[in-house]
């Protein structure tokens, strides 16, 4: 039983990353809408997708906002980069 309580614990305080190809395909929104939303050209958009560029810090907190928190600051970051 107090195994059970730790595993639902350990699930609900996990941290969930999401990428912006992540949020993109989950929402279905393209490239171009994309960028759009966040007031950028379809080229930002795409270097950011590539990993050729992050978004700087005024730009990452409006992305949070757009996606109402589901793509966080470190987000941007691969594992093992």
């Known amino acids: ?3 059970k309580i730790f ?5 609900l305080t996990k941290v969930v990353k999401m990428r912006l190809q992540d949020w993109m395909e989950k929402t ?3 490239i171009e809408a994309t960028a759009k939303m966040f007031g ?4 930002a958009v795409k270097k ?3 990993g050729d560029r992050i978004p700087r810090d005024a ?3 409006k992305i949070r906002k757009i996606t109402k928190g589901a793509i966080n600051g470190n ?3 691969e ?3």
Not at 7 to 11: A, M, P, Q, T
Not at 40 to 43: E, G, K, M, T
């Open 75 to 77: 987000d941007w970051i």
């Open 48 to 50: 950011w997708l590539r």
């Open 1 to 3: 039983m107090i195994l």
């Open 40 to 43: 950028v050209s379809i080229y």
């Open 7 to 11: 595993h639902v614990i350990v699930l």
């Open 59 to 61: 730009m990452k907190a």
């Open 28 to 30: 279905n929104t393209d």
């Open 79 to 81: 594992e093992g980069r």
